[in-house]
């Protein structure tokens, strides 16, 4: 298994509804661990890079003002196939296509207020959290709890 870090960022909605913890606790349940956490006010030239994939799309401006609204919290964990495994918990980007269990899938009712970005390659995924963390603020370490989580063959 092939271990991955992904960028995950809980939108202003997650904050503001206070559900920042359950999502936390949903990937550390599942067995990720997080190597980068922080809460932070998001700058439009931020915003206008991190979509910048969406920049000629109709919804360009309102993804941009939206996540600059209220604090986010970016996180970035570490697993085997971390970027599907995520991935596949947060669920379609459409809430009402999300199967129930799964964190849009729970949580959200509408796209444009979906709770959660998280990474959808591993290039992206680097860009992101180079993006997000810059050359700082991972931290690799070892869990007591790895060796009841994950398995010795590669």
């Known amino acids: 298994m092939k271990s991955q870090r ?5 939108k ?3 904050v503001q509804r206070q559900l920042v913890g359950r999502v936390i ?3 550390e349940d599942r067995g990720l661990k997080i190597v ?4 932070t006010a998001v700058s439009r030239a931020l915003a206008e890079h991190h979509y910048a994939v969406h920049k000629e799309r109709p919804f360009f401006a309102s993804l941009v003002d939206f996540i600059t609204s209220s604090p986010v919290v970016a996180i970035v964990l570490e697993g085997p196939n971390a970027i599907p495994v995520v991935r596949s918990m947060v669920g379609a980007t459409k809430p009402h296509e999300s199967a129930p269990g799964t964190i849009r899938g729970d949580f959200a009712l509408e796209t444009a207020k979906n709770l959660i970005h998280a990474s959808d390659a591993e290039e992206t995924a680097a860009a992101e959290i180079q993006l997000w963390f810059g050359d700082g603020g991972l931290v690799g370490y070892e869990r007591a709890t790895d060796t009841w989580i994950l398995s010795d063959e590669a």
Do not use: E, S
């Not at 992904?6 to 809980?10: Q, S």
């Not at 980068?36 to 809460?39: N, S, Y």
């Open 6 to 10: 992904t960028l995950v960022l809980i």
């Open 12 to 14: 202003p909605d997650g």
């Open 25 to 27: 606790a949903r990937f």
């Open 36 to 39: 980068g956490m922080r809460l």
